[in-house]
């Protein structure tokens, strides 16, 4: 393998060249003033969703009930009548 001799000329060089890029990549003010709107937006959303889903899960919950009592007494019913499956 070769070896390329480095100066600090070129190493000062390609310092440079990827802090250029990293800073051509990087966020500005205005794109974190933007995602923290949407993040705030979101976080709303979510809390809404959240106050929504705890009464309807047990709506859910006290329904569920009520079809497995009401199944159990048909199944009663079909018994006394003599048509069970």
Not at 9 to 23: N, S, T, Y
């Amino acid at each position: 393998m070769v070896k390329k001799n480095m100066t600090i000329e070129k190493l000062a060089e390609m310092v440079q060249k990827g802090f250029g890029d990293l800073a051509s990549r990087m966020a500005t003010k205005d794109d974190l003033k933007t995602m923290m709107s949407e993040l705030e937006r979101m976080n709303a959303d979510l809390h809404d969703i959240k106050g929504e889903l705890g009464p309807m899960t047990r709506l859910v919950f006290a329904q569920d009930r009520e079809i497995l009592g009401l199944s159990f007494r048909v199944g009663r019913l079909e018994k006394k009548v003599g048509i069970t499956k």
